[in-house]
């Protein structure tokens, strides 16, 4: 070899590693995740979601959890979370806000920190402050609002903390058997051309962020999927993170072998996109005492009956457990498979926006005519009370119902009633509570709501305050691909319930007919067309580095707040008893497949939230140590309270096991933990256990597999 070549060879092989370095370079952001426990008071509280004052806690399932990702390219910093609630609401943000600044001084902030809720329908309500949201909960909730803003800060401040240098990839799956539409008639009224272009009448694309850190070890994903977290249905009692939840906690066993819900490194966020019109409940709505199949347009049944959909599975568990399975299935096939590296800057912009004071054209896709149209105050048509087929409403109330009937409205004014410019701004909805005109005692629903955009690489997600149908998602989703001239309407991600919660968003022709999401969206027929006018237009904001004011600020209401839930007074324990004792002991032995209940005396779940601990344990005796198996946060478990005294104060807990197929043989006990309130406010803890029984290794047959997590994700034809 001539020295000439020698040199020639150091020379090209130097460049070819700087070549590699510098895509390294390109690549890499800083990025960091976390998760930390918001669950509410899970008992004698609400649920946020059917609006049924009679859906209150009895106990708990699974737990919820803020699932937190930070990403920084060394010029801007986005933080995301998807928290197991309801949805996001403008004052639990602000209070995060605050805390955060009073240890970071800036670094997060309104422009950056975007907040997505999965909205499950099985949490505690009452954070949400606006008055028609906090209705059924008889007001303001101080401990769900507290659990929230304290728990989703602390999962920021953790990821936080686990800042590493690293790099993010774009994957995507279709989800089948998991999700229909449940307004398939509001789906057809929109053009046919339109629809042409979709091969489904709801979004089965799930899209998955990646996060790894320099090396390639995995440190979380984010997969965003538009489904209703309505498996578990209005009957339940239980809080419970429903099917979204249950699939972010199945990814995390797998990705943490050993380790208990919400304590491994690998953080799994599974977040709501377009949803508004889609069910979890695929065997679809029928009339509940005949069978027969319910109306197509109002959703009604003759006699009365309801018209209510059901899940895949047996019961809502069952049922739960499926649409998770399926879900969380085709998240880990998206994560083993083909992938696309994420490159470039990172921009977030943020504005306020009151929808009842903007205009735009619309153009009438019917027939090409363009006119001006505005936003109007909110309002709640009739259809609204009529509810959906995953959990209808009370009273008589039919959906696609665009009359109005003289005692309603008579009930109506006696509140307040629409003035006649509202009344022709909503129409065709008749109006049943015309909230943008209610203010007393305070502001009903919001007037003025966040809206954001995070720019990452070659993706967008587009924070919206609200639940966007299938079709007003796509819409949207197409707008800004064309805006920014992106590859696919898969690189636009619509992070759904983000900042602020405002209802529904339908398209106009949607709108039209006035099925349970047309008579919830509140802005009046053009709702989404002043949606995807204000993004396109902070888009090209963007683009064009030109200024954008931060926008009307939002009611400030929290010293205007009711709350009519009683605290706890005091706890006591039967005479002769102490908290903690064992009222129902186990049976002496059980098998696999086997339900083991233990009942304790016990203190007020309310007294002590547990957060990052449990209200129950699991455990097998290993040796001479007592190894916990199951928490409160598992599948296998459940956590049930019972008041057997409201004027003694005492109460009971009930700690249930569902023995799984792959159980150890041996010796196990239950043990639960809790607090009990003396009379004079003094609160102190307690625990109790159980008698030892022995769990045999002879099964009993068992349609589930051992590991929980089969039910494979078949392809629709």
Same mark, same amino acid.
């Given at each position: 070899?001539?020295?000439?070549?020698?040199?020639?060879?150091?020379? !090209?092989?130097?460049?070819?590693?700087?070549?590699? %370095? $510098?895509?390294?370079?390109?690549?890499?952001?800083?990025?960091?995740?976390?998760?930390?426990?918001?669950?509410?008071?899970?008992?004698?509280?609400?649920?946020?979601?059917?609006?049924?004052?009679?859906? /209150?806690?009895?106990?708990?399932?699974?737990?919820?959890?803020?699932?937190?990702?930070?990403?920084?390219?060394?010029?801007?910093?986005?933080?995301?979370?998807?928290?197991?609630?309801?949805? &996001?609401?403008?004052?639990? /943000? #602000?209070?995060?806000?605050?805390?955060?600044?009073?240890?970071?001084?800036?670094?997060?902030?309104?422009?950056?920190?975007?907040?997505? +809720?999965?909205?499950?329908?099985?949490?505690?309500?009452?954070?949400? &402050?606006?008055?028609?949201?906090?209705?059924?909960? &008889?007001?303001?909730?101080?401990?769900?609002?507290?659990?929230?803003?304290?728990?989703?800060?602390?999962?920021?401040?953790?990821?936080?903390?686990?800042?590493?240098?690293?790099?993010?990839? *774009?994957?995507?799956?279709?989800?089948?058997?998991?999700?229909?539409?449940?307004?398939?008639?509001?789906?057809?009224?929109?053009?046919?051309?339109?629809?042409?272009?979709? @091969?489904?009448?709801?979004?089965?694309?799930?899209?998955?962020?990646?996060?790894?850190?320099?090396?390639?070890?995995?440190?979380?994903?984010? $997969?965003?999927?538009?489904?209703?977290?309505?498996? &578990?249905?209005? !009957?339940?009692?239980?809080? %419970?993170?429903?099917? *979204?939840?249950?699939?972010?906690?199945?990814?995390?066993?797998? *990705?943490?072998?050993?380790?208990?819900? +919400?304590?491994? #490194?690998?953080?799994?966020?599974?977040?709501?996109?377009?949803?508004?019109?889609?069910?979890?409940?695929?065997?679809?709505?029928?009339?509940?005492?005949?069978?027969?199949?319910?109306?197509?347009?109002?959703?009604?049944?003759?006699?009365?009956?309801?018209?209510?959909?059901?899940?895949?599975?047996?019961? *809502?568990?069952?049922?739960?457990?499926?649409?998770?399975?399926?879900?969380?299935?085709?998240?880990?096939?998206?994560?083993?498979?083909?992938?696309?590296?994420?490159?470039?800057?990172?921009?977030?912009?943020?504005?306020?926006?009151?929808?009842?004071?903007?205009?735009?054209?619309?153009?009438?896709?019917?027939?090409?005519?363009?006119?001006?149209?505005?936003?109007?105050?909110?309002?709640?048509?009739?259809?609204?009370?009529?509810?959906?087929?995953?959990?209808?409403? $009370?009273?008589?109330?039919?959906?696609?119902?665009?009359?109005?009937?003289?005692?309603?409205?008579?009930?109506?004014?006696?509140?307040? +009633?629409?003035?006649?410019?509202?009344?022709?701004?909503?129409?065709? @909805?008749?109006?049943?509570?015309?909230?943008?005109?209610?203010?007393?005692?305070?502001?009903?629903?919001?007037?003025?709501?966040?809206?954001?955009?995070?720019?990452?690489?070659?993706?967008?997600?587009?924070?919206?305050?609200?639940?966007?149908?299938?079709?007003?998602?796509?819409?949207?989703? /197409?707008?800004?691909?064309?805006?920014?001239?992106?590859?696919?309407?898969?690189?636009?991600?619509?992070?759904?319930?983000?900042?602020?919660?405002?209802?529904?968003?339908?398209?106009?022709?949607?709108?039209?007919?006035?099925?349970?999401?047309?008579?919830?969206?509140?802005? +009046?027929?053009?709702?989404?067309?002043?949606?995807?006018?204000?993004?396109?237009?902070?888009?090209?904001?963007?683009?064009?580095?030109?200024?954008?004011?931060?926008?009307?600020?939002?009611?400030?209401?929290?010293?205007?707040?009711? %709350?009519?839930?009683?605290?706890?007074?005091?706890?006591?324990?039967?005479?002769?008893? $102490?908290?903690?004792?064992?009222?129902?002991?186990?049976?002496?032995e059980v098998r696999p497949g086997d339900t083991v209940q233990v009942t304790f005396v016990s203190g007020h779940p309310r007294n002590n939230l547990k957060h990052g601990e449990t209200y129950l344990l699991v455990e097998r005796l290993v040796g001479d140590d007592w190894v916990t198996i199951a928490t409160d946060a598992d599948w296998e478990t459940k956590f049930m309270w019972e008041r057997t005294s409201?004027?003694?104060?005492?109460? #009971?807990? @009930?700690?249930?096991?569902?023995?799984?197929?792959?159980?150890?043989?041996?010796?196990?006990?239950? /043990?639960?933990?809790?607090?009990? @309130?003396?009379?004079?406010?003094?609160?102190?803890?307690?625990?109790?256990? %159980?008698?030892?029984?022995?769990?045999?290794?002879?099964?009993?047959?068992?349609?589930?597999?051992?590991?929980?997590?089969?039910?494979?994700?078949?392809?629709?034809?």
């Amino acid at each position: 070899m001539t020295r000439f070549t020698f040199l020639f060879l150091i020379f !090209t092989t130097l460049l070819q590693v700087t070549k590699i %370095s $510098s895509r390294a370079a390109e690549s890499l952001y800083t990025i960091g995740v976390g998760i930390a426990d918001i669950t509410g008071p899970p008992v004698e509280v609400a649920f946020m979601g059917y609006a049924r004052m009679d859906q /209150r806690g009895d106990g708990l399932h699974l737990r919820q959890f803020s699932r937190a990702f930070i990403l920084d390219d060394g010029h801007e910093r986005f933080v995301f979370v998807t928290a197991d609630c309801g949805m &996001m609401g403008t004052g639990v /943000r #602000e209070a995060i806000l605050k805390k955060l600044e009073s240890s970071y001084h800036g670094l997060y902030n309104e422009q950056n920190v975007m907040l997505s +809720g999965t909205h499950t329908h099985s949490a505690p309500g009452g954070f949400l &402050m606006h008055l028609i949201f906090d209705l059924n909960t &008889m007001g303001f909730v101080p401990e769900t609002f507290t659990a929230l803003v304290d728990g989703i800060t602390l999962s920021i401040i953790r990821a936080h903390d686990r800042l590493t240098g690293g790099r993010l990839f *774009m994957a995507k799956g279709e989800v089948f058997g998991a999700s229909i539409n449940r307004s398939p008639q509001s789906y057809l009224q929109n053009p046919p051309q339109e629809r042409a272009k979709y @091969k489904d009448d709801v979004d089965k694309t799930l899209v998955q962020l990646q996060f790894e850190d320099s090396s390639g070890k995995p440190l979380g994903a984010i $997969s965003w999927f538009a489904v209703h977290p309505v498996s &578990m249905n209005n !009957t339940n009692r239980l809080v %419970s993170s429903d099917n *979204m939840g249950f699939a972010a906690l199945l990814f995390e066993k797998k *990705m943490n072998p050993g380790s208990f819900p +919400g304590k491994g #490194e690998f953080v799994a966020g599974f977040a709501s996109s377009n949803l508004g019109d889609v069910s979890p409940n695929v065997r679809g709505p029928r009339c509940s005492v005949s069978g027969e199949p319910c109306d197509g347009v109002s959703s009604s049944c003759p006699n009365g009956d309801a018209c209510v959909a059901a899940g895949p599975g047996q019961d *809502m568990f069952d049922s739960t457990k499926l649409i998770a399975k399926r879900i969380f299935n085709t998240a880990w096939e998206v994560w083993k498979g083909e992938r696309e590296e994420v490159r470039g800057r990172i921009k977030v912009i943020h504005q306020f926006a009151d929808l009842s004071k903007m205009s735009t054209t619309y153009v009438d896709p019917s027939n090409g005519l363009e006119r001006m149209v505005e936003g109007c105050l909110p309002a709640m048509g009739y259809s609204f009370a009529a509810g959906t087929t995953d959990g209808p409403g $009370s009273f008589s109330f039919k959906q696609a119902t665009r009359t109005t009937n003289a005692l309603w409205n008579a009930f109506r004014n006696f509140i307040t +009633g629409p003035s006649s410019k509202q009344v022709e701004c909503q129409s065709p @909805k008749p109006i049943l509570l015309a909230t943008g005109e209610m203010n007393f005692p305070f502001e009903w629903q919001p007037s003025v709501v966040s809206t954001q955009l995070a720019f990452v690489g070659q993706f967008v997600i587009v924070c919206v305050p609200g639940e966007f149908t299938t079709m007003a998602g796509r819409r949207l989703r /197409r707008t800004l691909q064309q805006t920014i001239n992106l590859p696919t309407e898969q690189h636009v991600i619509i992070a759904g319930l983000c900042n602020t919660y405002s209802d529904y968003v339908t398209t106009p022709e949607e709108y039209n007919l006035q099925r349970y999401e047309g008579a919830s969206t509140i802005y +009046g027929p053009h709702t989404l067309t002043l949606y995807m006018h204000h993004y396109k237009r902070m888009v090209v904001s963007s683009q064009q580095k030109s200024h954008l004011d931060s926008g009307p600020r939002p009611a400030q209401l929290l010293n205007d707040l009711i %709350s009519l839930i009683p605290p706890v007074l005091y706890d006591r324990s039967p005479w002769f008893s $102490s908290f903690g004792d064992v009222v129902v002991q186990p049976p002496s032995e059980v098998r696999p497949g086997d339900t083991v209940q233990v009942t304790f005396v016990s203190g007020h779940p309310r007294n002590n939230l547990k957060h990052g601990e449990t209200y129950l344990l699991v455990e097998r005796l290993v040796g001479d140590d007592w190894v916990t198996i199951a928490t409160d946060a598992d599948w296998e478990t459940k956590f049930m309270w019972e008041r057997t005294s409201t004027l003694l104060g005492t109460s #009971e807990a @009930k700690v249930e096991w569902i023995i799984p197929g792959d159980a150890e043989p041996g010796d196990y006990r239950i /043990r639960h933990f809790g607090h009990s @309130k003396y009379l004079f406010g003094n609160i102190e803890p307690y625990n109790g256990t %159980s008698k030892i029984f022995k769990v045999l290794s002879d099964a009993i047959e068992s349609k589930e597999p051992p590991n929980g997590i089969s039910d494979t994700n078949t392809k629709e034809e």
